[in-house]
């Protein structure tokens, strides 16, 4: 077969995370599992790694001039054509002239809320006017195309249920194909420093680490990556007089991560919505219990693993942290658990059930 996949949210983010990871797992690791012809799709040159493995490349734009790109976009149109599969890999605006193309299967992956947000999620017209049209024009083509797509693929069971609740997917076209963790995320050998780790800035983050200090924690509390929600966090921190105490660390790439995993006593992830939850599973495979909320896909991902309480529920969370904090028998249980339910992922099985979906779409 030949395949193309959606590659460009690798060239244009800034920091590599969740879905510029998946997309590039699978381009690693999909031509270990298959002999089929792989073509990644863009539209801009780009210096990432996966364009250096020897796989086909359509670029879409060129900035050729006259008569040559007018034969050069011919070329690369025709191209498409001539694939058996595009896997668009996130629901974005520029892919939907994709699911035009005659004849070839199109697959499309759903990672969370790109498609299905609950109201009280969308933009604001008057708040973010772009983010509010993006999003009108994402349901307006979705809905108007979701039909020339063959199969969905769902990064958990809870997401497959989404798709079919909220936008009327049938249940046959939707396949759960879990993300993966890749095999440099373990345990290092490393002295175990006293914080709490999070990536999520949220306000009830903040109330809840001001709660553990209250009944004796003095760990530090470290804060990666930035979600929308930082500004509310750290006025709070100001308000509360914890600046000397809780450090906004900002993204980090994935072998700084690492480390930041494997040096911290808990990792805690408030999440409202979360389709897969993936720093929750790279937590459990650097050794690093993990304290959650029970919602979305995080109960899958997490299992008997972790702890989950419920979304709101700050005192049920704090008694959680600090029964891991001041538990070592408790933390000890939790670290050999996370490990054991992090080898049940990895992006070598992401891509050959990826193939699955191929196969049984071509059938």
Not at 132 to 147: E, M
Not at 232 to 243: I, R, S, T
Not at 323 to 330: A, D
């Amino acid at each position: 077969m030949k395949i193309g996949i959606t590659t460009d949210i690798v060239d244009s983010t800034k920091y590599h995370k969740g879905v510029s990871y998946y997309i590039q797992y699978l381009v690693k690791n999909l031509p270990r599992m298959s002999n089929d012809e792989i073509y990644l799709v863009h539209f801009k040159h780009s210096n990432n790694y996966i364009y250096k493995l020897d796989l086909g490349e359509i670029i879409i734009r060129s900035s050729d001039s006259g008569f040559s790109k007018s034969l050069a976009s011919y070329r690369r149109k025709e191209l498409l054509k001539e694939l058996d599969i595009i896997h668009t890999t996130a629901p974005r605006l520029p892919y939907f002239p994709l699911y035009s193309i005659p004849k070839v299967k199109k697959v499309l992956t759903v990672h969370g809320l790109d498609l299905y947000i609950p109201s009280y999620w969308r933009a604001r017209f008057h708040k973010m006017p772009m983010g509010w049209l993006q999003q009108k024009l994402l349901d307006v083509l979705f809905s108007r195309n979701k039909d020339k797509i063959d199969a969905f693929i769902a990064v958990s069971n809870f997401l497959k249920q989404e798709l079919v609740t909220h936008l009327r997917i049938p249940n046959e076209k939707i396949w759960v194909v879990y993300h993966g963790v890749d095999t440099r995320f373990k345990p290092l050998k490393m002295e175990k420093y006293p914080v709490i780790i999070s990536d999520t800035p949220l306000p009830e983050l903040i109330k809840i680490y001001y709660k553990l200090r209250k009944k004796g924690i003095t760990h530090k509390l470290l804060i990666f990556t930035r979600r929308g929600y930082g500004a509310e966090a750290e006025k709070l921190v100001y308000h509360l007089n914890l600046q000397k105490y809780i450090d906004f660390i900002g993204h980090l790439p994935q072998d700084e991560l690492i480390g930041l995993y494997s040096r911290a006593e808990v990792f805690v992830h408030l999440a409202g919505y979360e389709g897969f939850g993936l720093t929750t599973l790279e937590a459990m495979a650097c050794g690093c219990p993990v304290v959650t909320t029970n919602v979305g896909s995080l109960p899958e991902v997490v299992g008997n693993a972790g702890i989950l309480k419920n979304q709101g529920d700050i005192e049920g969370l704090v008694n959680a942290i600090y029964e891991v904090l001041t538990n070592e028998g408790l933390r000890q249980d939790m670290i050999k658990k996370g490990l054991e339910r992090a080898k049940m992922f990895s992006w070598e099985k992401t891509a050959r059930e990826t193939i699955k979906v191929y196969e049984d779409i071509c059938k």
